[in-house]
């Protein structure tokens, strides 16, 4: 329903909740920040940057249409990350380097 920001209700219907299990490598980590990019949701975690999107150009984000795909192995600091224009600047998590993600 139009304006129900707080219903995450699970479906396949284009405006439901998405819900979805990263598997890889044995690990569980922390999401730290979220930040929007050109169409895509970067998720920063403790163990690297993931972009979840539609699963073509310009698609939206849905349950049934969806990529979700590593763009990073550094894991990232608690810190927001800042968009640079055609990049974004993110504290990596030993909190001694800043790094690019174009």
Known sequence: A?????????GEKDDDALEFVQAGGGQANDIVWIAD???ALLIGTSGG???LSGS???EALTPSSFKNRRSRTFGCA???PVDA???FLY??????????LT
């Not at 504290?91 to 690019?100: G, L, M, P, Q, Y």
């Open 49 to 51: 940057i993931r972009a």
């Open 91 to 100: 504290v990596t998590r030993s909190r001694r380097a800043i790094a690019e």
């Open 2 to 10: 139009t304006g129900d920001f707080d219903n995450f209700t699970l």
């Open 37 to 39: 990019s050109d169409g």
């Open 85 to 87: 224009g055609q990049s």
């Open 56 to 58: 073509g150009i310009d």
């Open 78 to 80: 608690r810190i927001r």
